[in-house]
């Protein structure tokens, strides 16, 4: 269900990693992870994130929840700027905001029980006394689909589905509003996929949770996504509907992207878009639009001049000179 009530604004987010050399370490430039990039979350809706490997769409995520420390821009919640909170106020937020990560082999402490690992949030933030946050843990299990036994496992003693649902219940835990997702299903066989993509959706509905969705396979993010959000080398270049991006691409790397993408209907004909070329180094991305490079509609505009990422109708944003 979407609701025009925004949840969570990005506006200019920046982050860049310096790189350091020479004898002396001095700073020699930097590596523009996430370069100004703006979108806002509406309560209750699923926003994918869609790009290549290195496009800046994970640390985005990161950068919400301050996991990277966001180098320039503003991340309201609710009205709040996250940037201005100190760390113990930041700190009370995550209890809003939490994130689901790619590798949840790796996210998981290997030490601890799957009870232990769900039950950490809630004591993290005060919830309940032992005793309720052992009940809690369990009914959690049950509601991504795990028995209460499995509280006493360990990570290792899972399989990949089921350990990527011991880290959606630790989310869950403190009952939060958005959950950034970040590659949920990428690590997982393409069977459990859409179990967990279901799961996903289920909890969504009965937790009234918001979520940013991050992917780098389309078909993924339009099963589950409301809106989608396609970035290319740390910048967003398009952003619509669902059906309105996939239906009516603006950005020629956003068609390039679909064309590669298997058509259910074998009637209908799309011609593969081949890009020439690899993505560009974030160290030193093109100056003008930073997709010139590998476009097969560049102009000389295209060279010098970034385009703007603007609504061209509908909600329907895109950064491309065709457009205007
Ligand atoms: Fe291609 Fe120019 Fe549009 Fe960039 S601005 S996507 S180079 S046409």
Not at 32 to 47: K, P
Not at 80 to 108: C, I, K, N, W, Y
Not at 277 to 290: K, L
Request: glycine share 8%; aromatic share 6%.
């Amino acid at each position: 269900m979407t609701t025009a009530q925004t949840l969570l604004k990005v506006e200019g987010l920046k982050k860049h990693y310096p790189i350091h050399g020479g004898i002396w370490g001095r700073r020699v430039g930097e590596v523009r992870a996430v370069d100004d990039v703006s979108f806002s979350v509406r309560t209750g809706e699923t926003l994918g994130i869609v790009g290549e490997s290195g496009c800046g769409k994970s640390t985005t995520g990161r950068a919400i929840l301050r996991l990277e420390e966001p180098t320039a821009g503003d991340i309201r919640f609710e009205g709040t700027s996250l940037l201005s909170l100190g760390v113990e106020a930041m700190r009370r937020m995550r209890r809003e905001l939490q994130m689901v990560f790619q590798d949840p082999f790796a996210s998981l402490n290997p030490r601890k029980t799957a009870g232990a690992i769900i039950e950490e949030p809630l004591r993290v933030h005060g919830i309940g006394d032992a005793n309720e946050r052992k009940q809690q843990v369990k009914e959690l299990l049950q509601v991504v689909g795990l028995d209460s036994y499995h509280a006493e496992r360990y990570p290792h003693q899972f399989s990949g589905g089921q350990r990527q649902r011991i880290g959606i219940a630790r989310a869950l835990a403190v009952r939060p509003k958005l959950i950034v997702a970040d590659e949920p299903v990428s690590a997982l066989d393409v069977s459990i996929q859409s179990q967990v993509l279901n799961l996903l959706e289920d909890l969504q509905e009965s937790f009234d949770l918001t979520y940013l969705f991050i992917a780098h396979d389309l078909s993924v993010v339009r099963h589950i996504s409301d809106r989608v959000g396609v970035m290319y080398l740390g910048r967003m270049v398009e952003l619509a509907d669902r059906d309105e991006l996939y239906n009516n691409p603006i950005h020629p790397y956003t068609q390039a992207l679909l064309s590669a993408v298997p058509v259910p209907d074998p009637d209908a004909k799309r011609e593969r878009i081949i890009l020439k070329g690899d993505v560009p180094s974030p160290r030193n991305p093109p100056a003008g639009c930073a997709f010139h490079t590998r476009c097969p509609h560049v102009m000389d505009i295209c060279r010098k001049v970034r385009p703007e990422f603007t609504d061209q109708g509908g909600g329907h944003f895109a950064a491309c000179h065709l457009t205007g």
